[in-house]
């Protein structure tokens, strides 16, 4: 069985050790922190591990530190006595093939392996990442490897083009997976000014999120498409931003921003009118 070392084994690198040997997919070796109590812990969580142990016996080694971390942590891992062929990987997704500059010369295979997935807590991480993508990017050999194991614990895999953007398709995820929660939260603030509770606003948006999602996930963001917008319908939104503006100004603002990419979005769609739909994005445009 091949070996697999971590160094950063938080939330993400943990779990990912965690499914590796539950499946028996690699042998968990160096488990590699800056306090040896986080390694121990990692250790404990996975049932596995040498607390800082070394790295260079390992077959693979997935750097899974926080992105400020990763160019010294690559620094340091030049220095060590790494095997030929040696697989380094590193689970970022801001961060790209660049920082593997450190390691360039030596005899080693590096790939970015980014599992799209919030890693929040590593116990229930382990349960839900059936399913979850990881994108590869890197050399042939490496990402070939990678996608077999992640295969092997129920992950899928995409390899991104060489000269992929990261910083683009970083912010592409966090647009849509991270600025999410913040609609849900915008949405549960405007309920709270009518007396709505947090949960009795959840209770009201819950089945509607859930059927958008489903919606946008299966047919395409302009096909899913329904409101006030997505039918022209400017005397609406201007009452709503009318509201929104009069509780909180960065409300209104964020409402005003959503509403002109959602007429773009509806002028896609065909339904509205286009006076209504270039009424919105008057209404919508910031005044300078
Ligand atoms: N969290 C997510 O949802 C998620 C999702 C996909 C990708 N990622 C990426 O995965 C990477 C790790 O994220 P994370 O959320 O797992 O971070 P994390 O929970 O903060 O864990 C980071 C780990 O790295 C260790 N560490 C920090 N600096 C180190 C160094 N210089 N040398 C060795 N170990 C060091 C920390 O140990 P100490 O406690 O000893 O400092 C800790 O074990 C990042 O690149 C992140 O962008 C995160």
Redesign the pocket.
Known sequence: MKRLAI?????????LARLFHDAGVFEIRAL????A???AE?AAFIGAGQVNGDPADADIIL?????P??A??LA?LALCDLKPGTIIA??????GPEVFAPLAGLPVRCACA???????DPARSVGTFAGTMTTLQGVTPACDELREAFAAIGGKTLVLADDTDRTLYHAAIVFMANHLPTLVQAGLETFEQVGLSREDGLAISGPILRDTLEAVLERGPAAALTGPVARGDAETVSRHLESLNAIDGDLGALYAALARATADLSAEKGEASVEGLLAIRELTTPKT
Request: aromatic share 2%.
């Open positions: 160094i950063g084994p938080g939330k993400v690198g943990r779990t590699v922190s800056r306090s109590e986080t390694a990692a750097m899974a530190v926080p992105d971390e990763l010294q942590a340091r590193h689970t970022s997704g801001a961060l980014h599992p799209v997935k919030a890693f929040s």
